[in-house]
């Protein structure tokens, strides 16, 4: 099945995946870290872009309807990356406030 790809193939499919979900994902665990420790602005910036675009990502998937044409794994590997991403924002929101 995965013999039928060439390598630019191969290389284009796992640089998209970088770009879309790892690369906001790592961006968000970064903003999380510094906020967290170093208690500055630019993490909780951070967190709220890298949470933005995986919200964006995620509602075009949804809307695109990949949920129904790939199946229930599609469904977990477009949403498990989004939903820790809130979870952090909501985490990263209660902290401020309780620091304020």
């Given at each position: 099945?995965?013999?039928?790809f060439?390598v630019?193939?191969?290389?284009?499919?796992?640089?998209?995946?970088?770009v879309?979900?790892i690369?906001?994902?790592i961006?968000v665990?970064i903003?999380?870290?510094?906020h967290?420790?170093?208690?500055g602005?630019?993490?909780?910036?951070?967190?709220?872009?890298g949470?933005l675009v995986?919200?964006?990502?995620?509602?075009?998937?949804f809307v695109?309807?990949?949920f129904?044409?790939?199946?229930?794994?599609?469904?977990?590997?477009?949403?498990?990356p989004?939903?820790?991403?809130i979870?952090?924002?909501?985490?990263?929101?209660?902290?401020?406030?309780a620091?304020?």
């Amino acid at each position: 099945m995965f013999s039928d790809f060439t390598v630019k193939e191969k290389l284009s499919g796992l640089l998209s995946l970088f770009v879309t979900y790892i690369g906001p994902a790592i961006f968000v665990a970064i903003g999380s870290y510094i906020h967290a420790v170093r208690q500055g602005a630019s993490g909780f910036v951070m967190v709220l872009v890298g949470t933005l675009v995986l919200t964006i990502i995620e509602f075009v998937v949804f809307v695109g309807g990949s949920f129904y044409a790939l199946g229930p794994w599609s469904a977990a590997v477009t949403l498990l990356p989004w939903a820790s991403a809130i979870v952090t924002m909501i985490a990263a929101l209660l902290a401020r406030a309780a620091d304020s």
